[in-house]
């Protein structure tokens, strides 16, 4: 599914599914319990498209809810899983895109990593409270990932950076360096919002 947006694995994703070739799709995926891929858009549009070139590579999204409307069209909310890399892509098997993948493995490796959680935390935290402040986002600490891979990610989808960047974080295989960017990233966004007025916050949503 190309879309203009990029999907970390954690991350919630509402869709609004309306083309039918998308219907056929979701449909499949429902009947046999299995996610999709979504993948950022490199060249082409999201709508009507079959000639669009995704990036090679995205995350999986499963789908968790389904609310189906009378004239076929379908709002639904995913969740992202795993990272994958397209190997090949097949436009003549189905109305939508197929194709075979490779799921791609994360290195964990972290130096000082119960502190750099505890650090992306923090600012994370912080980000979000001072977004609360400004009646555009609710959250719950207690809610927030105990694992640092998950964090990271979960902070990666918040950010509001460049697709091409985020796109960057996705791709990246390497723990240490996405830790790493988040935690300059972050300190330089909260620093910011503390000295902004609540009533100049744009609007925000956690979806």
Known sequence: FPLNVVVFPG???????????YKEMINECLSEEQPFGIILIEQGSAEG????????????????QVER??????????FGQNRFKLQKVDRKKRPYLTGSVEYL????ELEGGDDKYDRLKKLLTQYLEHLQKAGEVQFD???????????AYIAASLLNIE??????????????????????VFQKEVSLLKMKPAEDMGAFSMN
């Open 163 to 184: 697709n091409d960047k985020k796109q960057s974080l996705l791709e990246s295989n390497n723990l240490q360096k996405i830790v790493d960017y988040l935690l300059v």
């Open 141 to 151: 600490v207690l809610q927030l990932p105990t694992e640092i891979d998950a964090l």
């Open 105 to 108: 493995e994360l290195n964990k």
């Open 11 to 21: 991350m919630p994703m509402p869709l609004h599914i309306f083309e039918e070739r």
């Open 69 to 78: 409307l009378d004239d076929g069209r379908m709002y639904i909310m995913t």
């Open 49 to 64: 498209d079959k000639n669009v070139v995704p990036r090679r590579i995205g995350c999986t999204v499963e789908i968790s």
